[in-house]
Antibody
Framework: QVHLVESGGGLVKPGGSLRLSCEAS????????MSWIRQSPGKGLEWLSQ????????QYADSVKGRFTISRDNAKNSLFLDMTSLTSDDTGMYYC??????????????WGQGTLVIVSS | DVQMTQSPSSLSASLGDTITITCRAS??????LNWYQQRPGKAPRFLIY???TLQSGVPSRFSGSGSETHFTLTISSLQPEDFATYYC?????????FGPGTKVEFK
């Protein structure tokens, strides 16, 4: 059974840093692109970053470019998101997501249960 | 970025009803449109890709249609587990973007 488990969220002060982790199981992790998606009351669901199967390519939303870094360790079936210079706008639930696809189409599935990040003084 | 809008933002319905949710894209996206369901306290669940193809395991009472900028999600014969929030997502442009959601509530 496919399983994604995020960890590392918590309360952090503005300007602070945090590292999110996601442990994958039940599928061949190294075969898939992975993404981080955030959900917040103000902005809804927001795709943040993507990494290719072998880490060769990464992409970021403008809102986090230069502040967040996505990485993965295929040997440990793990995905990471290093977040710096956090602001209150970064508050939200952070989901680790597998990118599936068929033919020309791709989608986000499955999703982890999420880890909550609160940026507040 | 491609802006996705949904209407209505919420609706009230009863068991057995048929409902339709509309999703619009600010640019033409062909049929690169996905739908997700999110129940309270849970992560989103993938339902439909390519505007109309049901993911494996999704009940046939769910159906999707549309292309380019106008899409719909229809749920026929609403069941208790269908009361949730539904999101559309475009998969044509980067960054991938989501609609704001439509909450389906029990009347």
């Amino acid at each position: 059974q496919v399983h994604l488990v995020e960890s590392g969220g918590g309360l952090v002060k503005p300007g602070g840093s945090l590292r999110l982790s996601c442990e994958a199981s039940g599928f061949i992790f190294s075969d898939f692109y992975m993404s981080w998606i955030r959900q917040s009351p103000g902005k809804g669901l927001e795709w943040l970053s993507q990494i290719s199967e072998n880490s060769a390519t990464t992409q970021y939303a403008d809102s986090v470019k230069g502040r967040f870094t996505i990485s993965r360790d295929n040997a440990k079936n793990s995905l990471f998101l290093d977040m710096t210079s956090l602001t209150s706008d970064d508050t939200g639930m952070y989901y680790c997501v597998t990118e599936g696809g068929f033919g020309d189409y791709d989608w986000f599935d499955p999703w982890g249960q999420g880890t909550l990040v609160i940026v507040s003084s | 970025d491609v802006q996705m809008t949904q209407s209505p933002s919420s609706l009230s319905a009863s068991l057995g009803d048929t409902i339709t949710i509309t999703c619009r894209a600010s640019q033409r996206i062909g049929r690169w449109l996905n739908w997700y369901q999110q129940r309270p306290g849970k992560a989103p669940r993938f339902l439909i890709y390519g505007a109309s193809t049901l993911q494996s395991g999704v009940p046939s009472r769910f159906s999707g249609s549309g292309s380019e900028t106008h899409f719909t999600l229809t749920i026929s014969s609403l069941q208790p587990e269908d009361f949730a929030t539904y999101y559309c997502q475009q998969g044509y442009y980067t960054p991938r973007t989501f609609g704001p959601g439509t909450k389906v509530e029990f009347k």
